[in-house]
């Protein structure tokens, strides 16, 4: 088997291979291809990757490319992690909706939108790469945002794509911790969008929750009020932080002196300092603080559920078909699904509670636009995408809003910007 890494210079790599070592014996690699836009950092992770292979006594043949083609060709998986206009980008999607007195954050709201008029073209022109150099592989998304990009991938490729997010197993863990049960023991219904998901009908080894069960849970969720959640009937994504207590998290991000961008970027030079070093084979301490770790754990899972046709339960990023009805068929929802040698197939869910349906709706409505906006460079669609958002809504602050965040990322959005640009 190859895989493929689109996006190797991101610290997340050495995660990635970390877990194939683990897993050899049921994902047979010989070869791990990474590629970057980054020939530097490329050059970085390279080197770190093969001394941690050796050190793992993994004997996969690991090499680095710029060359997406050659990356891609043949590969039987291919893993996108990529970041268009690096961390500086995102400290301006962090910025400016917040200094127009809105949520900036890296994946809802504005800050999320932006993100992804950079990052959708960029990901369908790879997966078009995929239909036409490993037509029979898969894509394994951890690209944010996440939802936005299986959906522009599905709309406008027809490639095999897998949009996976660490946050949909949450849930388990919650419970497990809770109620001192295996995660793996706990199942429930998963309805709503990447960032924008709630899990309900829970059960441990088959046995539905108690409301004193569920009310310990809650508590476990962490950035979200305990007796919001129980009112809720659901548990929920923690970015729901963001919308049930808007007014808060605004005055926290203000007063906070730096973004996690910025704190992020700062930390950068340290941490590829200690890749570079010739005698480091194992992973740096200061990885833990990066963050956004668990995606290799669901990854692999997806890999090995796909390659030896071993059903398997997970939460994917799918066409919602008839899955939700309040929702278009073709939107692509986060859910609970059966992975296997046939793909991925949506579980049917109950439906879920009233209090989170529209709420649902509202953002699905968003997703929609900013995809056809990303994807076709049309200033009135993005405005009317920003309009839809429970985030930002008012169309005064909207319209000041669009020309600020297009004007900051004029070098990553040529659709908006070039000749044929549509108003």
Known sequence: MKICIIGAGSPYTPELLEKLSEWRDRLP????????TDADRLAIMT??????????????VIRGTT???DAIRDASFINTQIRVGGNRARIQDEKIPLSLGLIGQETTGAGGFAKALRTLPVMVDIARDVRKHAPDAWIVNYTNPTGLVAEAVIRHTGAKIAGLCAGGVFAQHWVGRSMGVAPQSVRYDLAGLNHMNFAYNLTASGRPLTNQEFSAAAREVGPVDPALIETLGALPSPYLQYYLHTTAKVAAMKAAGRTRGEEVLAMEPELFSAFADPAADR????????????????????MDAVWNARDSWMVVNVPNGRTLPFLPEDAVIETACLVGADGIRPLPVKDPPMAVRGLIAAVKSYEQLAV???????????????????????????????EQLLEANRNWLPLFFGEDAEP
Do not use: S
């Open 29 to 36: 690699v010989r070869e791990l291809v990474l590629m970057d």
């Open 47 to 60: 080197g770190f990757c093969q001394r941690y292979a050796n050190a793992l006594g993994t004997d996969i």
């Open 67 to 69: 060359d997406r083609v």
């Open 283 to 302: 992973k740096p301490d200061l990885l833990k603080k990066r963050g956004g770790g668990g995606y290799a754990d669901v990854a692999i899972g997806f």
């Open 372 to 402: 056809e906006a990303a994807m076709t460079g049309c200033r009135r669609t993005a405005l009317a995408a920003l309009m839809a958002h429970p985030l930002v809504r008012d169309g005064d602050v909207a319209r000041t809003l669009l």
